[in-house]
């Protein structure tokens, strides 16, 4: 499975932006994703995660109500819509694929990650 992130950018504290993950080979669709973010000098934080059908959805704490997850599994691509950015969010976030569990939470259960993309919240 290869897994490409793309869509981070600058964007100014209260404003938006979409990331998008296309994955290639493997079997999407029975999969588990999910973001996670790592900033400088930081652990790889779990974000967001959505089920291998979309039915459920799980956010951290930080992040619920502002963030939006979800999957088009024709497209074989997985999105994060980020809304009212804080600087605090400002990291590299990776997508991440499980490909045995109901859900994706940890960072141990990731089987593959994508190389990141940047987002940098200015105040």
């Known amino acids: 499975v290869q897994l490409q992130a793309f869509g981070g950018g600058l964007v100014q504290a209260g404003g938006s932006l979409r990331l998008s993950c296309a994955a290639s080979?493997?079997?999407?669709?029975?999969?588990?994703m999910g973001w996670f973010r790592q900033a400088p000098g930081k652990e790889r934080d779990f974000v967001a995660s959505?089920?291998?059908?979309?039915?459920?959805?799980y956010y951290a704490g930080s992040v619920k109500g502002r963030f939006i997850i979800s999957r088009d599994n024709a497209k074989n691509t997985m999105y994060l819509q980020m809304n009212s950015l804080k600087p605090e969010d400002t990291a590299v976030y990776y997508c991440?694929?499980?490909?045995?569990?109901?859900?994706?939470?940890?960072?141990?259960?990731?089987?593959?990650w994508g190389q990141g993309t940047q987002v940098t919240v200015s105040s």
């Open positions: 080979g493997g079997l999407f669709s029975t999969y588990a």
């Open positions: 959505i089920t291998w059908n979309g039915g459920s959805t």
């Open positions: 991440a694929v499980d490909r045995t569990s109901l859900s994706l939470t940890y960072r141990a259960q990731v089987d593959y």
